[in-house]
Structures are given as C-alpha cells and as structure tokens.
C-alpha cells in the first residue's frame, strides 16, 4: 500500500484548486479520478468530504485513495474544534475523523455532529485504536471505524456508511409521514361530529370517539367503553329493530344509513343514522366499526315538513269541499227569510228559524274550513294586541269556572301587528277555550305578550318563519296536556280527542290557518299531565293607534226596479237569490254560465243595472265573463261571488279594479247592501 510521502507529487498534481493555510489551519481542494483509464467517467461518484486529520499527508493519502476507488472529491482538512463546526454542513456525504489529536478527537467530533441534528455518517480513522475504544465509538453512532494500515477497504466503507445513512433518512422520513397520518387521524377520530366506534362481535366497545360518548349520554369515552355492555343493543334498543341490525352485518358485512332510535345512558331515546361494518383481521379475528350521526333535530324538521305538506293537501281538499258546500248552503240560508213572509203559525216560524240557526252553523264550519286551507281574505290593519287580549280576557272571567286561576302579563310597549281583529281575537278565543278543557278540574291559565326578536336559527328551525320582530301570543295552561302520539295531529281539521259532541275539531286548524295567513308561526310545547304552552308569532308592524270600530251598515235596502243580471251555473243558487231580489224591488235575468251571460246581456244590454257572477263556472268562468262586459260597457256595476275564499281567480278579480266581491254563503242583506253600494245609493264606509 502506498504510503502518505509516496503519494504526495501525485495528489499535487492531479488537484485542480488547492489552499493551504501557513498557519496549519483548513485545507480544501478537489480531485478527479486521471484520464489514463483508470476510471471511466459514467463510474465518477462525486463525494463531498470533510476529514479531521492533523496530518496533511495522511489526508492526501485519504484522497488519493478515494480517487482510485472511482470517487471525484471535494474535501476540506480541519484539526480543531472551532474549524470544524465552521465547515460542518448538512451537504457532506461523509466525515473521515482521526480518533486522537493534539486539540480535538473523534468522539468530540461525533458529539458535535449529533447536536448540529445533521445526518451524516462519521467513521473513525486511527492509526491504532483499541477494541473497546472501536465499540464504544459504534455504540456512540460512529458509521464505522479503519485503522490507518489498512485503508483498502475504505471506498467500500464510506459508500455502505453513505447507503445505511439513506436508508435511515428514509425510514425516518417513513416515521415521521406515519406518525403525521396517525395525528391527522387522531384529530379527524377526537373532533368528528359523527360518533365512532370499535367494538368486538360481543358488542363491547374497544374504541369510542367524544361525539360517540356524548350521543350515547356519556361524559368521556373511557366511561362509555367501561359501561356499555353491547353497543348495537344500544344503538337499537327495539328487539325487532337490533335483530335486523344483526342480520344485515350477518349477511352483507355492511350496513349504511340504517335509521334508529338510540337508546342514551339517561333513558332518552335519539333518532340517530348508524353506518358499520364487520372488520376480518389477518389472523381471522372480526370487529365492528361504524360511525353514528345524531338526526334528532332533522327528524324534527323532516315531520315538521311533512306534517305541513298533509296540512297543505288538506287545506287544498278543504277548499273544494267548502265551494260545494257553500252552493248549497246559500240557498238554505236565504230561504228562511223569504218563509217568514208568507207563514203565520207559531210552529212553522221556530221550524224555520231552526233552518236557519243551522245553516248559519254549517257556514261558520265551511268559514273555518276555507280559514285553515288558505287563509280567509279579509282587511288587515294595525291592531294592538294588548287590548284584544284584555276584552277577550273579560269574556273568559265571566264565563270560565272558578276554579280556574286566570293571569295576564301585558307589557305596555307590545308592539302593534297588522291583521284581521276578528280573526286574531278568535286565535286568542280558540286557545283559551281548548285550555279551559284541559283543565277539568281546575288550573292556571297564562296569557301574555310579548316582543321577540327572531334570529336565522329560530327561523330555520320553524317552518313558515322568517327573520324579524314579532309579537308573541302565549297562552299557557296547566291542564292534562297532550300526547306525543297527537302532537302532529292537532291542526287536523276534525281531529279531536275531546267526547263525541264536545267538539269539532275545527279550533286549532283555525288557529293554523290564520296565523299563517297573517305570516305568522306557532310553537307548541306540551307535556302529558303538567300542561300545554302555545306561542303564536305574529309580525310585528309599526306602532299604530287603532280606531275606534266602525258603524255598522244598514240592513240592505229595496230595490227600485233596477234591472239584474244573474249568472250562476247551480240551479238552486239562482232560484233563491233571484227570488229574494224580486221581493226586495229588484228585477232578474238569467243565465247559466259566462256564455249563457253574454247571449242575454246583449239581449238586455240597454236596461240591464248590475250583473251578480259566481266566478267558478264551466265554460267561461267568471274572471272572463267580466272581462268581456267591460269592453262592451266599461262602466257596468258588477258583483262578484264565491264559494272558495282566496283563489287566482279572486286574485284576478282584484287586479280588474272596482269589483267588489261576496263570500259564499252570504244572507239576504249582505247582498242587498252591496247591490246598494254599487248604485250609489249607500255610502261605502271610508269613501271606498
């Protein structure tokens, strides 16, 4: 083996840069394998070097022999302490470290290495180094270790040192990767909303996220995992209901979106959605693991939804029944009037009289129908609230028992609503009287106001709602409360749990119908044996003074031989109200339908008054029959009638202007006062 004074010419003169300090401080340089073919130049490996020698020739020598091993080196010589940590970079492939020197050794030399936090493999080179010394320099983290005389296998050292030090950059970076997935794991695992679990086949929890604690009713998961004995009887406490949890992951391994109630550790049940599957581990042992998403609050408002839906479908039946019903009544309740005339027995007179409470009865019902299925149309202004409860609240003392405790809180700065007086005060009547019924034996009955605020989260938890100010209507009472099983049912028109004949049914659907036609929303809170609170929403107006109640208007006056156009395709609607004009001094054509209308308006077109049109007929309705007469005479008196309350064709009526428009059924005098009215011949109250 050649020795450090041999090779001294030759590094010389091979090296393209080298410095030498004269004080004996670091030396660099670089050195390419010869061009003579002893290496070719697809075999150069390039290596960045940093030797702590204080002997420069056995560092040339260290060069020189890396040269011929086929590496291209860029090195630097130290032999002090301060030297090195100057060149010690994380770039170097390798450091070549003599074990003793006059001013630094080795092990200080690996020391500092291992602080700087640098991988890079140091292997010890000595001229002699005892077995002991070689170990405790390995066991400290040294690469390797050579001794001076027998350097030949250095090239094969450093390039395993090299490689062992890759493969350790890489399982760290493997590590660190893992340890950063199992983190982000164990943050996705800790701060889920949905619960997540493990358990055996048994049902015995060996894992539980927070969300799944606290959905099962349990402070922390290690309190869950130590009490809940089998987690799919948990999650289905119904019998029925868990066997076929069971069968499903029996048969398919995996169940998705299966619906439950889950039974918490309070006794509560939740609606939740359960996702799991049946896990097979490499050695065949099975688990369970799943996720649970509570649905409480979207059960909530799906039964909500749908429960408006059957409200709407009602509503929308209600209406066509109630325009069938008050073609029939309105007959019923004009003939009566028209009996008393000729009838002189005592007897008949009551009969009659019972005819007509009856059918007055029959109307208020139909009223109601048409109020819950779309609202009734009707003049809205400002009212305050505070007074209507007031006098509602006197009637409800001289008439309720007295055992029943009546309170109030009325605040004077309520804010006033828009809307129908009427209507409101039968909401407030309505509600007073089911919590008087609640109340057999006696009670507290609560009614009061209040101003609210409505936020977004109210508003998207209560269909029908919007943002805003409202005036809250409460009414309370301590009575039997309702059942769960009925609280969806209770705006059903004629559903009632009250005996046969103690009701119809009708009260609270009213209270639906109008509170939603004035943009309101209810709230119920209900519970069985400790009472019921109802909380009507009304939007708030601009405070405003309400007037005092208007006169009411004369019974209808006489015709004076004014010529009248009636058209209306039921037979018995026509009979009875063209009897009852022609007795009150108004003379009646006929017609059946829109087309029939205008055959014999161009027939009378020159004496006819006034033209009666029921709006819902075949043929041509009723919106077209005026349409078309007002081309002809745009300045013809008409009435409209209607049996179906609000509907597009009265909407359209409106948009025609100057018609004024009668609900069916009506008696005699409201529509002699409305012909009068159109004649000029009584005021309309406010100039109207």
């Given at each position: 083996?050649?020795?450090?004074?041999?090779?001294?010419?030759?590094?010389?003169?091979?090296?393209?840069?080298?410095e030498?300090?004269?004080?004996?401080?670091p030396r660099?340089?670089?050195?390419e394998?010869?061009?003579?073919?002893?290496?070719?130049?697809?075999a150069?490996?390039?290596l960045?070097?940093?030797?702590?020698e204080?002997?420069?020739?056995?560092?040339?020598?260290?060069?020189?022999?890396?040269?011929?091993?086929?590496?291209?080196?860029?090195?630097?010589?130290?032999?002090?302490?301060?030297?090195?940590?100057?060149?010690?970079?994380?770039?170097?492939d390798?450091?070549l470290?003599?074990?003793?020197?006059?001013?630094?050794?080795?092990m200080?030399?690996l020391?500092l290495?291992?602080?700087?936090?640098f991988?890079?493999?140091?292997?010890i080179?000595?001229?002699?180094i005892?077995?002991?010394?070689?170990?405790?320099?390995?066991?400290?983290g040294?690469a390797?270790?050579?001794?001076?005389?027998r350097?030949?296998?250095m090239?094969?050292?450093?390039?395993?040192?090299i490689?062992?030090?890759?493969?350790?950059?890489?399982?760290?970076?493997?590590?660190?990767?893992?340890?950063?997935?199992?983190?982000?794991?164990?943050?996705?695992?800790?701060n889920?909303?949905?619960?997540?679990?493990?358990?055996?086949?048994?049902?015995?929890?060996?894992?539980?996220n927070?969300a799944m604690?606290?959905?099962?009713?349990?402070a922390?998961?290690?309190?869950?995992?130590?009490?809940?004995?089998?987690?799919?009887?948990?999650l289905?406490?119904?019998?029925?209901?868990?066997?076929?949890?069971?069968?499903l992951?029996?048969?398919?391994?995996?169940v998705?979106?299966?619906?439950?109630?889950?039974?918490?550790?309070?006794?509560?049940?939740?609606?939740?959605?359960?996702?799991?599957?049946?896990?097979?581990?490499?050695?065949?042992?099975?688990?369970?693991?799943?996720?649970?998403?509570?649905?409480?609050?979207?059960?909530?408002?799906?039964?909500?939804?749908?429960r408006?839906?059957?409200l709407?479908?009602?509503?929308?039946?209600?209406?066509g029944?109630?325009?069938?019903?008050?073609?029939?009544?309105?007959?019923?309740?004009?003939?009566?009037?028209?009996?008393?005339?000729?009838?002189?027995?005592?007897?008949?007179?009551?009969m009659?009289?019972?005819?007509?409470?009856?059918?007055?009865?029959?109307?208020?019902?139909?009223?109601q129908?048409?109020?819950f299925?779309?609202?009734?149309?009707?003049?809205?202004?400002?009212?305050?609230?505070?007074?209507?409860?007031q006098?509602?609240?006197?009637?409800?003392?001289?008439t309720?028992?007295?055992?029943?405790?009546?309170?109030?809180s009325?605040?004077?700065?309520?804010?006033?609503?828009?809307g129908?007086?009427t209507?409101?005060h039968?909401v407030?009547?309505?509600?007073?009287?089911?919590?008087?019924?609640?109340?057999?034996d006696?009670?507290?009955?609560?009614?009061?106001?209040?101003?609210?605020e409505?936020d977004?989260?109210?508003?998207?938890?209560?269909?029908?709602a919007?943002?805003g100010?409202?005036?809250?209507?409460?009414?309370?009472?301590?009575?039997?409360?309702?059942?769960?099983?009925?609280?969806?049912?209770i705006?059903?028109p004629?559903?009632?749990?009250?005996?046969?004949?103690?009701?119809?049914g009708?009260?609270?659907s009213?209270?639906?119908g109008?509170?939603n036609?004035?943009?309101?929303?209810?709230?119920?809170?209900?519970?069985?044996?400790?009472?019921?609170?109802?909380r009507?929403?009304?939007?708030?107006?601009l405070?405003?003074?309400i007037?005092?109640?208007?006169?009411?208007?004369?019974?209808?006056?006489?015709?004076?031989g004014?010529?009248?156009?009636?058209?209306?395709d039921e037979?018995?609607?026509?009979?009875a109200?063209?009897?009852?004009?022609?007795?009150?001094?108004?003379?009646?054509?006929?017609?059946?339908?829109?087309?029939?209308g205008?055959?014999?308006?161009?027939?009378?077109?020159?004496?006819?008054?006034?033209?009666v049109v029921?709006?819902?007929?075949?043929?041509l309705?009723?919106?077209?029959?005026?349409r078309?007469?007002?081309?002809?005479?745009?300045?013809?008196?008409?009435?409209?009638?209607t049996g179906?309350?609000?509907?597009?064709?009265?909407?359209?009526?409106?948009?025609?202007?100057?018609?004024?428009?009668?609900?069916?059924?009506f008696?005699?005098?409201?529509?002699?006062?409305?012909?009068a009215?159109?004649?000029g011949?009584?005021?309309?109250?406010?100039g109207?």
């Open positions: 083996m050649e020795t450090a004074e041999s090779c001294a010419d030759s590094v010389a003169q091979r090296a393209r840069r080298a030498l300090d004269p004080a004996g401080g660099s340089g670089r050195l394998p010869p061009s003579n073919g002893e290496a070719t130049p697809s150069l490996k390039p960045r070097l940093l030797i702590v204080d002997s420069p020739h056995d560092a040339e020598l260290i060069v020189r022999l890396l040269v011929r091993a086929g590496y291209t080196c860029d090195w630097t010589q130290v032999d002090r302490e301060e030297d090195f940590l100057r060149h010690l970079q994380p770039d170097l390798v450091i470290c003599d074990c003793q020197m006059p001013e630094f050794d080795g200080q030399a020391k290495v291992q602080e700087s936090g991988s890079i493999p140091l292997i080179v000595s001229g002699s005892g077995e002991e010394t070689a170990v405790a320099a390995i066991r400290a040294a390797d270790y050579l001794l001076k005389d350097l030949a296998r090239g094969q050292a450093i390039e395993h040192a490689e062992q030090n890759r493969l350790r950059l890489e399982r760290r970076a493997m590590t660190e990767a893992l340890g950063q997935a199992e983190s982000r794991y164990r943050g996705i695992f800790e889920a909303v949905e619960g997540i679990f493990q358990a055996v086949p048994e049902g015995r929890l060996l894992a539980a927070p604690a606290r959905i099962l009713g349990f922390t998961p290690a309190e869950a995992i130590g009490c809940v004995d089998d987690i799919l009887e948990q289905c406490p119904e019998p029925a209901r868990c066997g076929e949890l069971r069968q992951l029996a048969e398919h391994h995996l998705a979106g299966f619906e439950t109630q889950v039974l918490r550790r309070d006794g509560a049940r939740i609606w939740a959605t359960v996702n799991c599957r049946v896990v097979r581990s490499a050695d065949g042992a099975t688990h369970f693991e799943g996720t649970v998403e509570e649905t409480t609050e979207r059960k909530k408002l799906e039964e909500q939804l749908f408006a839906q059957r709407e479908s009602v509503g929308r039946l209600a209406s029944i109630a325009h069938d019903l008050n073609n029939i009544l309105l007959p019923i309740l004009m003939t009566p009037g028209l009996l008393r005339v000729t009838l002189k027995d005592e007897e008949s007179i009551k009659v009289d019972a005819i007509e409470i009856s059918a007055r009865r029959g109307a208020d019902i139909v009223r129908l048409l109020t299925g779309r609202g009734t149309d009707s003049a809205r202004i400002p009212v305050q609230l505070r007074g209507l409860v006098e509602m609240l006197n009637i409800v003392r001289e309720f028992p007295k055992n029943i405790t009546i309170r109030c009325l605040p004077t700065d309520v804010w006033s609503v828009r129908d007086p209507q409101l039968q407030m009547m309505n509600l007073c009287v089911n919590a008087r019924d609640a109340m057999a006696g009670g507290d009955l609560l009614v009061a106001l209040e101003n609210r409505v977004a989260e109210l508003a998207r938890r209560s269909p029908g919007h943002p100010r409202y005036v809250v209507l409460r009414v309370s009472d301590s009575g039997t409360g309702i059942a769960p099983e009925h609280l969806d049912k705006y059903d004629f559903f009632t749990t009250k005996e046969v004949g103690q009701g119809t009708l009260g609270l009213s209270v639906l109008i509170v036609s004035h943009g309101g929303f209810i709230q119920i809170d209900s519970t069985l044996g400790q009472g019921t609170q109802f009507i929403f009304l939007p708030a107006s405070p405003a003074e007037g005092e109640a208007g006169v009411a208007a004369p019974e209808g006056p006489r015709g004076q004014e010529l009248v156009l009636l058209v209306d037979r018995a609607v026509r009979y109200t063209r009897t009852m004009l022609e007795r009150n001094g108004y003379r009646v054509v006929e017609a059946r339908d829109g087309v029939d205008l055959a014999r308006f161009a027939e009378v077109r020159d004496d006819v008054r006034l033209v029921d709006l819902l007929m075949p043929r309705d009723g919106v077209g029959l005026i078309q007469l007002r081309k002809q005479v745009p300045a013809l008196a008409i009435l409209a009638t179906v309350g609000r509907s597009p064709k009265v909407e359209e009526v409106k948009q025609l202007g100057n018609v004024p428009i009668l609900e069916k059924p008696v005699a005098e409201t529509m002699l006062d409305a012909l009215r159109l004649l011949r009584v005021p309309t109250p406010g109207k």
